[in-house]
């Protein structure tokens, strides 16, 4: 392999490589903030349904007697389409609202009960689904809790259509990058090898100094020379041997 051609190769592998990490770099932190921003977003639905629950029930309402929870939860469910269910559960763990009004009056998971001992918004993965949860309170303490489950598959669906729009860019990218760092090198190649080329030449007799090949130019003009006047000196010894054999 030549120079040049190690040269490509190794400016070909290095743009490459550099384009794929910073593609890679890419994806993860587009996938951790689309996750960031989907925990907000719910964490953001739990904080309004808390806070609109906390209000009746400091009234004097009891919760089965909030009836604008159930059409609430209802339009938040069909504004986004991530989202599986939404239930809200008194504290002996019983379903007082929920979008699947089948499970309206049904026992909600023992966990999710459990967890309302915790004032913080709490996460939990599901049957491959993701549940965010928080307890809400009435003046005697804890009242119950509101569940929102959370598809994981319109996560991973973003992340394969990001993962295939990356794989394109950075194709193309690698790609692009790939001729401008051909090109490069053997621009760089041109440049570094163009003065010893011109040397050649004169040490060939093909042709002078430009005069802007630096000092290597005047070695080789003086190198000729050199070789000229030994051509000559011999020459002139070989006529002098000519003429004494001829003498003698």
């Known amino acids: 392999m030549t120079f040049v051609s190690r040269l490509i190769l190794v400016a070909v592998v290095s743009v ?84 699947d009004r089948s499970v309206i009056g049904e026992e909600v998971s023992p966990d999710w009960v459990k967890r309302l001992g915790d004032d913080n918004q709490w996460a939990a993965a599901e049957r491959g689904d993701t549940v965010f949860g928080t307890r809400f309170e009435n003046d005697l303490g804890v009242a119950g809790g509101i ?24 194709g193309v990218l690698s790609l692009a990058a790939s001729i401008a760092a051909i090109i490069a090198a053997v621009a760089f190649v041109h440049v570094l090898t163009r003065p010893f080329d011109r040397v050649g030449k004169v040490l060939r007799g093909e042709g002078g100094s430009t005069g802007d090949d630096g000092g290597l130019a005047p070695l080789a003009e003086a190198t000729v020379k050199s070789w000229r006047d030994a051509e000559a000196r011999v020459d002139r010894g070989l006529g002098q041997l000519g003429a004494l054999d001829d003498a003698a």
């Open 16 to 99: 490459t490589a550099a384009v794929v990490a910073v593609a890679v770099i890419a994806f993860s932190a587009s996938d951790r903030v689309g996750e960031e921003i989907e925990r907000a977003r719910v964490a953001n639905l739990l904080g309004t349904l808390r806070a609109s629950t906390e209000a009746n029930l400091s009234i004097g309402l009891l919760l089965d007697q909030i009836s604008l929870l159930q059409p609430r939860i209802e339009r938040e469910k069909a504004g986004d389409p991530s989202i599986l269910a939404i239930d809200i559960f008194n504290s002996a763990g019983r379903a007082i609202y929920s979008t």
């Open 147 to 170: 569940s929102v489950t959370v598809s994981d598959e319109a996560r991973s669906a973003r992340a394969d259509r990001l993962g295939l729009d990356l794989l394109i860019r950075t």
